[in-house]
């Protein structure tokens, strides 16, 4: 896609919507956790992985277990498509400066996010996607809640204390559902 400046007024046409998928091909659709894919080159952004957990809002129950541990993007689909197969392979090499700060990511500390480890952890990755921190806890809470592991209970239980209702909705909603496991 590319954008053109030009100083007059152009005739509008219809647009011209083209795919270069497989016939037949479902692999994105049928790989979306959330089933946000209706049809090929249809995408419902409201039941989108990424749009979800980018918005400052409450993200449905239906839509949090398809969301699993994911603080961020999702991706699933394009991983699937088969038309990313040669730029997915090339990319595959793993980064030396990620894999670092991999070490000291946890969804535990980005819950209970302070401005240090925001900075040295999620801000050289992340800054320009979510500048909410409160976003970030509540997906952090959202992930905990999908691990299955109730020993992540006593940190849900610190954020009920958060000032934000987002925060402290997904946090009771992750500790109701390790709590039942």
């Known amino acids: 896609m590319y954008t ?12 011209t919507v083209t795919r270069k998928c497989p016939p037949d ?25 990424l749009m ?3 918005r400052s809002t409450v993200i449905p129950d239906e839509l949090r277990a398809g969301i699993d541990t994911r603080i961020h993007g999702c991706d699933a689909c394009q991983l699937a498509c088969p038309r990313n197969r040669k ?15 991999k070490k000291d990511f946890d969804l535990e500390r980005i819950l209970l996010l302070d401005e240090d480890y925001y900075r040295a952890v999620v801000y050289p990755i992340m800054y320009n996607y979510i500048r909410d921190l409160d976003v970030f806890r509540r997906n952090a809470a959202i992930a905990l809640g999908n691990t299955g592991d ?13 000032e934000n209702p987002l925060v402290r909705d997904a ?3 992750a500790i109701d559902k390790l709590s039942a496991n």
């Open 25 to 49: 091909c479902r692999q994105c659709m049928d790989a979306c956790p959330t089933q946000a894919i209706a049809q090929a080159g249809r995408l419902l952004p409201m039941k989108c992985v």
């Open 87 to 101: 730029v997915l392979a090339k990319a595959a090499r793993k980064e030396p400066y990620l894999e670092e700060l």
């Open 52 to 54: 979800n957990n980018m």
């Open 150 to 162: 109730p020993s992540h209970i006593p940190a849900l239980k610190k954020a009920l204390d958060n």
């Open 4 to 15: 053109f400046l030009v100083d007059t007024e152009l005739e509008y046409d219809e647009p």
């Open 171 to 173: 946090a009771q909603w």
